[in-house]
Every structure is written in C-alpha cells, then in structure tokens.
C-alpha cells in the first residue's frame, strides 16, 4: 500500500518536473542547474518567490529520494527500473546543460526528454493495482511509439537551437536546428496519423495532440521572438505532452459523437 502511495506521488512529481523543466527554458533560466548545490545561498526565499530554477532542483531531489524508498519497498522490477530511469534521466540532465552551451550533441537532450516521459509511464504502471511488464506494456502501447518520436525530436530541435538562440524563420530549412524542426514536425504528423488509425480509442489524446499543435506552433514563433525568454508557452507545450501521455497510458475516451467513425 506505501509503494502504490509513494508511486502516484513519483508518477506526479515525474509529471512536474517536466513542465517545471519548460519554465526553467521559458524564463530564460538554466544554464547553472547542476553546475553549483546549491547555487545560491537564498533557495528557501526563491522558492517562496516560485524561482523554476529552485522548483526543478527541489522536485529532482524528492523524485531521486522517493525513487530510493520505492526501490527498497518494494524490489520488483518496476521499481528497479523506475530507479534506473530516474538515475538515468538525472545524469543526462546534466549532459543537456552541456547540450544548451553548444558543447555536446543534441541527440542527448532529445534521449533525455524520452527517458523522462519513461519515467513517468514507470511509475503509471506502479500506481496501478494490477502492474503489468514494462516491456510488455511498451510492446503493445502503439501510440505511445510515435510520441517518443516527437519526444526525442522535441529535444534535439531544442538541443540544435541552443540556449538564448532563435531557430528562425524559414521556407527551406539552412540550419540544423530548423532541419531538426522539420523532422519534429513529421514526426507529429505521424503521431497524429497513429491516434487517427486507433480512434476513437484515444480520442482524448488526439483532441489534446491538435491543441498542442496550435501551442507548439505559437512556441515556435515565441522562441523566434525572445529566443532567451520564450515565456509561458514552453512550460504549457510541455504540460499538454504530460496530459497526453496520460490520456494515452488510461486510453481515456469521450466519444465525441460528430467524431466518431
């Protein structure tokens, strides 16, 4: 009962941090998580102020620690991988800061950000009262293949671009960060193809995926506009692939009727 407690406070931590990781890139924050501890001397103050860059370090630790308590709790494989995947995600994290200065290639933010929804799926399955194989699960979550695509591609276009950098505008792509763009753009088509084929079994999940379109879209023209502070549509892109990749692992469903097949 404490593991499958401590599982839905990991899965909504796991959930948090990622949005949390956007408004650290939205408010033009970033480049010294991970290279102080902590990197100043007024964390509890920030905090109160709501500082991103506070909020990250804080929820990564609880997420490490809880990680911990699951695994001694409980020793099953979910767990051993939860932990894995967390230890995983936090050391890529810091490879992405290396990432975002140009010093490192962007297939490690782009690996990072789909370890990151790994982990919350992870402990998804953990806070379900019949678990079942991760692997298994993963073999046979269809969707969910297309949307680590975008996932990954999601970050290397922000790995390309890199910190305080605009990808810009374009009709035929020069750069690699807007050839990045591109194929993250195909990507989500694909994605959208994937929920159209299994509709209306996902139908929540396609209406949030053309929501997030439309925010992607407008992201896209924010980091163009004020490439160090994008602002609050970074943090929400982010929050719709979480409540996405929810809706996708409960296959939640309204059967909107003019939508049916």
Excluded: C
């Excluded at 911990?68 to 494989?77: D, F, T």
């Excluded at 305080?164 to 959208?192: C, D, E, N, R, Y």
């Amino acid at each position: 009962m404490l593991v499958y407690s401590l599982s839905i406070a990991e899965a909504i931590f796991a959930g948090s941090i990622i949005v949390i990781g956007g408004m650290v890139e939205g408010t033009g924050k970033g480049l010294s998580l991970g290279t102080k501890w902590p990197y100043t001397r007024n964390m509890p103050g920030l905090a109160l102020k709501l500082d991103s860059e506070v909020w990250h370090r804080v929820v990564a630790t609880i997420l490490g620690l809880n990680a911990v308590a699951i695994l001694i709790l409980g020793r099953g494989e979910l767990e051993i991988v939860g932990f894995l995947l967390v230890a995983a995600t936090a050391l890529l994290g810091l490879g992405t800061l290396y990432t975002q200065a140009g010093k490192a290639p962007s297939l490690i933010q782009g690996t990072h950000d789909i370890l990151a929804y790994l982990t919350l799926l992870t402990y998804l399955l953990l806070a379900v009262s019949d678990p079942v194989n991760f692997g298994s699960f993963l073999l046979h979550a269809i969707p969910l293949h297309s949307f680590l695509l975008v996932a990954f591609m999601g970050g290397v276009t922000a790995g390309q671009r890199g910190f305080g950098k605009a990808i810009g505008q374009f009709v035929v792509p020069k750069t690699f960060a807007q050839w990045a763009w591109v194929v993250h753009m195909l990507s989500v088509l694909i994605f959208i193809l994937t929920l159209a084929y299994f509709f209306p079994n996902y139908d929540v999940a396609f209406i949030l995926t053309l929501v997030q379109m439309g925010v992607g879209l407008f992201s896209y023209q924010s980091v163009n506009k004020n490439p160090k502070r994008p602002g609050m549509l970074i943090p929400t892109h982010q929050l719709f692939s979480v409540l996405i990749v929810v809706s996708i692992f409960f296959g939640l469903s309204i059967n909107v009727p003019f939508l049916m097949k």
